[in-house]
């Protein structure tokens, strides 16, 4: 068997502590959305710990700042560990070989899912009434 690089904490540590990028061409719109969502993650919780401190707290700037500059530097930071990087690669590439249907049959496809909801909706409609009007009239539901 092949030998597979395994990711140890003391590996993770040192890459978050690196500057470089790895493999910085590649896979660029899967990593630039994975790095975003981190951040706009941490955003929100700096911005949430901000309101939860209230207008009292005097550290809350602190606090909220510190978490909001490790989300930073941490989403950019996790998108370049090379065992990571490389599966947001493979991603993106899966991507490229997907074969998106066009708007046309997009608005076809909608329609007809859109259609068969609502013919269920009718059929279990039309089931509950059938059930609940045997039940009412053989006694074991009050009418």
Known sequence: MAKEKTLTTLTFIQELFQFGAYKRTQGRVARQVTCATVW???????WRMW???????SYRYYAAGTLLAIGLWLGYRLVNIPQFADFLI???AEMNKVSW???AELIRSSIVVIFVIFALAAVLFGF????????VLIGVRPG
């Open 40 to 46: 706009v993650t941490f955003a929100l919780g700096a």
């Open 90 to 92: 493979a991603v993106e």
């Open 51 to 57: 309101v939860m401190l209230g207008a009292g707290s």
């Open 101 to 103: 249907p066009s708007q």
């Open 128 to 135: 509950d009434v059938v059930w609940r009007s045997l039940f």
